[in-house]
């Protein structure tokens, strides 16, 4: 079963938009969330990552929300621009462990 | 700075062969991972180490061995390839310096099984 579930499978954003993709987990057993960034032919890359004791957490133009009671959290990016065309993984990593389960990814285009 | 090397780059397999996959690290990380991608799916755990002679299982272990003999390298083999297993493939090491330990990520290996 996908204990990280992920949406949209894709996205498509005007340059300057907000892109928002969102992921929403199952087991309370999870205490971190990274945000994994992947362009094409290469490998994933990490972009931001939060805790759960945390609600926000903003990196430039990239931002992770997270709501704690919801299991939920999701990656907003401000005035989005052509070279954020990628594909986005959430994940969460499995407490007292270094496993990590991914979502099924975020394939993002922004139109110049 | 090579990080993380994968081979091959790519690669077609006639079913039932055998197949290694290499993976090396310079970067001294004692966690490593692999990783198949798949349309879909996402990324899925295979199998994992966390130190130079310990290994584990993954997600989706079946039909894959690995072994960790010293600390930069950890290959993945098939032992019997199967169509099922056509993917691309990500080694990736953990680094110790972060909160929750970031993952770095080679540029995969791309096996066709027919």
């Known amino acids: 079963q996908q204990q990280v579930k992920q949406s949209p499978q894709s996205l498509i954003v005007q340059k300057g938009g907000i892109s928002i993709i969102n992921c929403a987990y199952e087991?309370?057993?999870?205490?971190?969330f990274p945000w994994y960034q992947q362009f094409p032919g290469k490998g994933p890359a990490l972009l931001i990552a939060i805790r759960p004791d945390v609600s926000e957490k903003k990196e430039g133009r990239f931002t992770i929300s997270f709501n704690k009671s919801a299991k939920q959290f999701s990656l907003h990016i401000m005035d989005s621009q052509p070279g954020d065309s990628a594909t986005y993984f959430c994940a969460a990593r499995r407490m007292g462990t270094y496993k990590y389960i991914f979502g099924t990814g975020t394939r993002l285009k922004v139109l110049a | 700075i090579a990080g993380i090397t994968q081979a091959p780059t790519s690669q077609i397999l006639a079913a039932g062969r055998r197949m290694t996959l290499r993976c090396t690290q310079d970067?001294?990380?004692?966690?490593m991972y692999w990783y198949r991608q798949d349309l879909g799916l996402g990324l899925r755990l295979i199998h994992y180490s966390n130190t130079a002679g310990t290994t584990g299982k993954g997600e989706v272990p079946d039909g894959y061995s690995v072994s960790r003999a010293n600390t930069d390298d950890f290959p993945l083999t098939l032992a019997s390839a199967v169509p099922s297993q056509t993917s691309v493939y990500f080694c990736a090491s953990r680094s110790r310096d972060r909160d929750g330990g970031e993952l770095f990520f080679g540029e995969g290996s791309r096996l066709t099984v027919l």
């Open positions: 970067m001294r990380h004692n966690a």
């Open positions: 087991n309370t057993a999870f205490d971190y």
